[in-house]
């Protein structure tokens, strides 16, 4: 709906960005569980620039507690390397070629808890911008010159988006934690 400079999809489009940004940032937590997704933030100094290890590497899960970066030029494994551990990660490669093994080791019940602090960190930071989402979907709608009636109903339509979104990112939260605390 877009009335005068009210656009509720836009809004909608905005807070879809931070539950994207939450996914991204959850998907980088290690659980205990390979993942493709815990490589993602890793960054390759590769031809003269830093580059996603997924331009340099395929990177796959072939046992639950491994991954496998398969580097595509031979000249670029230590490089790889260097990343994975610069990475802070908690990683240590071991090198075969041009595979470099990953095993995820098991996470103690203290390190689970941190990483469940810190996806709640990563939560509320999308809460909050889901929130200026909203507050600025309302300053909109209080400077178009609308009716009360049709600013009241704006009002509520931003604020079922807003509270759609939050309990989107309450389950994408749980649904890490779950997996976090998972022995």
């Given at each position: 709906?877009?009335?005068n400079g009210f656009d509720i999809n836009d809004l909608k489009r905005r807070m879809d960005g931070a539950k994207e940004s939450l996914r991204y940032e959850l998907g980088?937590?290690?659980?205990?569980?390979?993942?493709?997704?815990?490589?993602?933030?890793?960054?390759?100094?590769?031809?003269g620039s830093h580059m996603p290890l997924n331009q340099v590497a395929t990177v796959s899960v072939p046992e639950p507690r491994l991954l496998s970066v398969q580097v595509w030029d031979k000249s670029m494994v230590k490089a790889v390397e260097t990343a994975i551990v610069n990475s802070n990660l908690g990683l240590n490669p071991a090198t075969e070629g041009q595979v470099i093994r990953l095993r995820i080791?098991?996470?103690?019940?203290e390190r689970r808890k941190e990483l469940v602090k810190v996806a709640h960190k990563y939560?509320?930071?999308?809460r909050v911008a889901v929130r200026h989402v909203r507050?600025?979907?309302?300053?909109?709608?209080?400077?178009?010159?609308?009716s009360e009636?049709?600013?009241e109903r704006a009002s509520g339509e931003i604020q079922k988006v807003t509270d759609a979104a939050i309990a989107d990112i309450d389950k994408l939260l749980a649904t890490k934690e779950k997996e976090i605390l998972t022995v």
């Open positions: 709906m877009t009335t980088g937590l290690r659980t205990g569980r390979a993942a493709i997704s815990m490589l993602e933030p890793v960054q390759v100094e590769a031809y080791p098991e996470l103690n019940e939560a509320e930071a999308a507050r600025d979907g309302l300053d909109i709608v209080k400077k178009d010159k609308m009636d049709e600013q």
